[in-house]
C-alpha cells in the first residue's frame, strides 16, 4: 500500500499557510510539505473577518491568543451586524454564541418559540453576546459565574496579510 508523502500547497495567502501549518502540525513527521509562493502574483490584502471556530484552529496549532492578536492587529468581534436587511433602515445582527439555556433535550428556541416572542421578549434578549455587544462591552469569558449559562463566545477582525506571515513562521519552525 503507498501512502502520501508529498504535499505540495501553490500560493502563500490565508488559504495556504493555514494548510501548511495545520499539515504541519499533525504530520510533520510523514509528509514533506513545500509551499510555492509568488513574488509577482500579489496576495489580495484584506481585513479578514472571521467566526468563532478561528479560536479552535489557534489553539490546535498552540498558537496564543495574546501574541496571535499582536501579530495580526486583531480586534474581538461579538456577531455580524447587517445593515439595511431586509428593507431600508432595518439593522440585524447575528451574535454568536449560545442563545438561552436547553431545557433537557429541549433547544431553548423551541420554549422561546412557544412565548409568543415580543419586542420585549426578542430571541437576542437572551443572547449574551448581542447583549454586550449592543452595549460595546467585551471580557474574556468562558463560563458566567454561578450560572449555568455559557460566557462570551468572540471572533475576531485582523490583517490576513499578518495571519499569513505568522503561519509561515510557524510552519517553517515545524520542520523535524
Ligand atoms: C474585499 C474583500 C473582503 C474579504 N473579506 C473576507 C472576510 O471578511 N472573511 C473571509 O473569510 N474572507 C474574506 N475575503 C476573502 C479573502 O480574500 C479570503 O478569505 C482569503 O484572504 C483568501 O485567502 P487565499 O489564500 O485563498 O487568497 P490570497 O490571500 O489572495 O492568496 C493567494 C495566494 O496565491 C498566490 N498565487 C496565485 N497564483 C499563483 C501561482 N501561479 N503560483 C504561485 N502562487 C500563486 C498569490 O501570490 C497569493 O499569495 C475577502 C475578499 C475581499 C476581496
Same mark, same amino acid.
Given at each position: 500500500m503507498s501512502y502520501i508523502k508529498n504535499i505540495v500547497i501553490v500560493g502563500g495567502g490565508t488559504s495556504g499557510w493555514m494548510t501548511a501549518a495545520m499539515l504541519a502540525r499533525l504530520f510533520k513527521s510523514t509528509l514533506n510539505i513545500t509551499l510555492i509562493e509568488s513574488k509577482e502574483i500579489g496576495t489580495i490584502g484584506v481585513g479578514e473577518a472571521t467566526i468563532p471556530p478561528l479560536q479552535i484552529f489557534n489553539s490546535v496549532l498552540g498558537i496564543n491568543e495574546s501574541d496571535f492578536i499582536k501579530a495580526t492587529q486583531a480586534t474581538f468581534k461579538l456577531g455580524i451586524q447587517f445593515e439595511? #436587511?431586509?428593507?431600508?433602515g432595518d439593522c440585524y445582527m447575528h451574535a454568536f454564541g449560545n442563545v438561552g439555556k436547553d431545557l433537557g433535550f429541549t433547544p431553548f428556541h423551541h420554549y422561546w418559540l412557544s412565548t409568543s416572542p415580543t419586542e420585549t421578549n426578542s430571541? #437576542?434578549?437572551?443572547s449574551l453576546n448581542f447583549q454586550a455587544a449592543k452595549k460595546q462591552k467585551f471580557q474574556v469569558i468562558g463560563q458566567l459565574p454561578n450560572a449555568p449559562l455559557a460566557g462570551l463566545t468572540h471572533a475576531y477582525h485582523f490583517d490576513a496579510a499578518l495571519y499569513a506571515q505568522l503561519l509561515r513562521s510557524y510552519s517553517e519552525r515545524q520542520k523535524c
Open positions: 439595511n #436587511w431586509g428593507k431600508q430571541f #437576542w434578549h437572551y
